[in-house]
C-alpha cells in the first residue's frame, strides 16, 4: 500500500483538467518522478501502481496521471495524438516544479516509454530516464487497429477496440504518429537511459528495446524482464522494476541532494540522519561513496536500504571472497568463481550459558578446474580474512561525544 496518496488536478497545454495522483514517502522524497501510463491505459494500471508503490517505500515520489482523454481526466481520446501526450508530460513536470519540485526521473511504460523519450528533453532538470516494454517508435501502436487503417484514411475516423473498450481513432492521429523522428532524440538524449524489456513480450517485441538500446548514448543500462508479460501483471515484476530504478537511480539523484554535511573524510564512514525516513540513513564511506542504510518494515522501517547487520553480512562476505581470490591468484589456482551466502540469527547459547549468541551461517561455493584439495584450500583460505579474524578477536570500541547547539 502507497505511504500517501494526494489527489492532483492540472491543466493540460489545451486546457482541458488533467487528474493524477502523487504517490509520497514518508519524510521528504529523495527525488520526484512522473510515470506515463500506456496507450490506452489509465494512472491506475497494476504496474502504475506497484511500481510507484515500491518506490516511495524507498524514498522516492511518483506521479502518475492519465493523460487527455482518458480516466478522470477530461478532453476528448479522438481529439489526442503522441504529440499532445508529449505535451501533457510537459504540463504535468510543469506543475511539480511549480508545487513541490521538478522531477528528476521520468519513467514511461509502453506507449508512454516512447513520450518520455520524446520530452526529456523538454524537463532539464530530469537526469534519469526508464522504459519499461517501450517501442522504438510511436506507430508501432497502429497495429492495435490495422483492420480500420483503410477506413480511417477513407472517412477521416472509425470507431476500433482496444482492451476491450471502444475508442475514435482519427487521421490526425496517425499523422501525428507517422511525423516521427524518435530515434534522434534518443541519440541526443542526454540524460541517464535505463531499457526495461521482456524477451517474451507479445505486443513490444524485444527488438524494439535493442533499438532504442543502439541509438541511445551512454549512460545507458539494460535491463532484461525475464518471463514478464507486457502490463507487469505480475507483483513480483513490478516490484523487481522499482527495485532496480531506485539502485539505479540514487547514482544520478543522490549528488545534489542536500546533505553535504553527510561527507565522510578519506578512511572515514559516517552515517547521519536526513528526516528521509524513521531509519534511513545515508552512508557516507571516505567521501568516495555513498550507501544507504535502513530497517526493513516489519520493524518499523521503509525498507530503503540493506539492514546494518545485512551490511555487516555484506562486509563479512566481500571480504572472503577477495581474500578467496588473491589467494588463488597467488597460489596459481584456477579459480573460476568463488560466491558465499551469509545469514545471520540469534540461537541459544552453549550450556551452561544461557541466553542467545550472535550465528553467521556461511555457504561458500568455488567454481573452477580444481581438485578436491585445490578446493579445499580456497575454501579454508575464507576462515582467515581481515574481517571474519575481527570479528572474532578482542575488539575495542572508542566512542566519543559531542553536542552541537543548534
Known amino acids: ?24 514517502p514518508k519524510g521528504k522524497p529523495l527525488a520526484y518522478a512522473i510515470w506515463a501510463h500506456c496507450f490506452s491505459c489509465t494512472k491506475d494500471i497494476l504496474a502504475a501502481s506497484r511500481v510507484a508503490n515500491g518506490l516511495t517505500r524507498r524514498g522516492i515520489a511518483v506521479f502518475r496521471f492519465d493523460f487527455t482523454g482518458l480516466g478522470a481526466s477530461g478532453g476528448d481520446f479522438a481529439n489526442t495524438n503522441f504529440s499532445s501526450n508529449v505535451e ?29 523519450l520524446a520530452c526529456a528533453h523538454q524537463i532539464p532538470e530530469a537526469k534519469a530516464v526508464c522504459t519499461v516494454a517501450a517501442p522504438a517508435d510511436p506507430a508501432h501502436v497502429s497495429h492495435l487497429f490495422q483492420d480500420s487503417l483503410a477506413d480511417i484514411e477513407a472517412k477521416g475516423f472509425a470507431q476500433v477496440c482496444l482492451a476491450g473498450r471502444p475508442f475514435q481513432i482519427k487521421k490526425q492521429f496517425l499523422d501525428d504518429i507517422a511525423d516521427r523522428a524518435l530515434l534522434k532524440k534518443v541519440a541526443t538524449l542526454g ?26 548514448k551512454h549512460p545507458k543500462s539494460f535491463v532484461s524482464l525475464e518471463n514478464a508479460d507486457h502490463l507487469l501483471t505480475r507483483k513480483e515484476d513490478a516490484e ?92 596459481g589456482l584456477a579459480l573460476e568463481r568463488a560466491q558465499v551466502t551469509l545469514r545471520h540469527s540469534k540461537v541459544p547459547a552453549p550450556a551452561p550459558s544461557t541466553g542467545k549468541v550472535d550465528r553467521i551461517d556461511v555457504d561458500i561455493e568455488v567454481r573452477g578446474d580444481l581438485d578436491a584439495e585445490g578446493r579445499r584450500r580456497i575454501a579454508e583460505i575464507a576462515e582467515k580474512c581481515p574481517v571474519h579474524r575481527t570479528l572474532l578477536s578482542e575488539l575495542v570500541i572508542e566512542t566519543h561525544y559531542e553536542t552541537v547547539e543548534d
Open 240 to 331: 523487481y522494476v522499482a527495485n532496480m530504478i531506485s539502485a539505479w537511480a540514487a547514482r544520478y539523484i543522490d549528488s545534489d541532494q542536500p546533505h553535504d554535511d553527510v561527507v565522510a573524510k578519506a578512511g572515514t564512514v559516517m552515517v547521519a540522519e536526513t528526516g528521509q525516513g524513521r531509519f534511513a540513513n545515508p552512508v557516507s564511506i571516505g567521501g568516495r561513496h555513498l550507501l544507504r542504510a535502513d530497517e526493513p518494515a516489519s520493524v518499523g522501517g521503509d525498507d530503503t536500504g540493506p539492514s546494518p547487520y545485512e551490511l555487516l553480512l555484506a562486509a563479512l562476505g566481500a571480504c572472503k571472497v577477495m581474500t578467496m581470490r588473491m589467494y588463488a591468484e597467488r597460489k
Open 88 to 116: 501533457d508530460l510537459v504540463a504535468a513536470a510543469d506543475f511539480l516544479r511549480e508545487h513541490y519540485e521538478a522531477p528528476k526521473i521520468l519513467i514511461g511504460h509502453s506507449w508512454g516509454g516512447t513520450a518520455v
Open 191 to 216: 540524460k541517464a537511459l535505463l531499457i526495461f524489456h521482456s524477451p517474451t513480450d507479445a505486443l513490444v517485441g524485444i527488438e524494439n528495446a535493442g533499438v532504442i538500446y543502439e541509438a541511445a
Open 1 to 24: 500500500m502507497t505511504l500517501k496518496s494526494k489527489k492532483i488536478e492540472f491543466p493540460s497545454a489545451t486546457g482541458e483538467t488533467l487528474v493524477g495522483k502523487l504517490d509520497l
